[in-house]
């Protein structure tokens, strides 16, 4: 993979909208295209990413703050995990809490 959107896009955890035309607007969910297995295992590890990743947390309470699902943030946690695994795994440098900047989600 070249990016990380491109390893997000592959295990499934990018928003999807779901439109048709200009008058039919369905909510955006989740691809689930990819590795079911892979996509459980990061959602399960949003939970404690939340509790110990400061990075995770602040687009946790971000996102919830704004008035969406606890669910919706956990899945936007799970994204920025994978891009952070795929930026570690990438670069070869360990992880550093202090160079990994908080991705913003609108």
């Given at each position: 993979?070249?990016?990380?959107?491109?390893?997000?896009?592959?295990?499934?955890?990018?928003?999807?909208i779901r439109e048709s035309g200009s008058s039919?607007?369905?909510?955006?969910?989740?691809?689930?295209?990819?590795?079911?297995?892979?996509?459980?295992?990061?959602?399960?590890?949003?939970?404690?990413?939340?509790?110990?990743?400061?990075?995770?947390?602040?687009?946790?309470?971000?996102?919830?703050?704004?008035?969406?699902?606890?669910?919706?943030?956990?899945?936007?946690?799970?994204?920025?995990?994978?891009?952070?695994?795929?930026?570690?795994?990438?670069?070869?440098?360990?992880?550093?809490?202090s160079h990994i900047s908080v991705l913003k989600?609108?």
């Open positions: 993979f070249e990016t990380g959107s491109q390893l997000c896009s592959y295990v499934g955890i990018t928003p999807t039919v607007r369905g909510r955006s969910r989740i691809s689930k295209v990819g590795n079911r297995k892979l996509r459980n295992l990061l959602f399960l590890c949003s939970f404690t990413a939340c509790k110990h990743n400061k990075g995770c947390r602040e687009i946790y309470e971000r996102i919830v703050n704004k008035g969406k699902s606890k669910k919706l943030a956990l899945i936007a946690v799970s994204n920025k995990l994978l891009k952070q695994a795929f930026a570690i795994a990438k670069s070869g440098n360990p992880y550093d809490a989600l609108n």
